[in-house]
């Protein structure tokens, strides 16, 4: 699993509609995820700290966690089926941990606003990310092949070992 954090929201330049984008630690890959309007409301929401006179939906949730002392351990989303991503919620109460399954839309607010981290399987990053710095990839590749070019067995041979053990 990969660890991501929200980039941010932007609009699909072909249909308009908002697409939430994770990011990896590394800043190399970003996984776009489709999600409707209302849903990127309420993660612009969370990610700019508002208060609303009403508790959103999103906000009741986490109210609801608290209020009831569970935790929520973290969100993964775990594939990608037909051009839809799928993602639990592991919560904590005690010692009773559960997986609900959500939206992934749903399970990024709802963690952004208790603090929780979103992880993704390396399956999903790599079926749907997009590369972010491909100049970096260009040069990572370039720094291996070099690398891998410049070996020879004798880089493989034990040091301060006798063949003869």
Partial sequence: MIEMKVAGIALDAVSRNPVILLRDASERRALPIFISNEQARAIIVALENEESVRPMTHDLFANLLDDWEMALERVVIHSLKDNTFYAIMTVKQGEVTKE???????????????????????EVVADASIPVDREADEAEKEAFRDFVSNLSPSDFAQKGRSSNQ
């Fill in 100 to 122: 609900l399954d959500s939206r992934p839309s749903d399970a990024i607010s709802i963690a952004l606003r208790m603090g929780a981290p979103i992880w993704v399987m390396e």
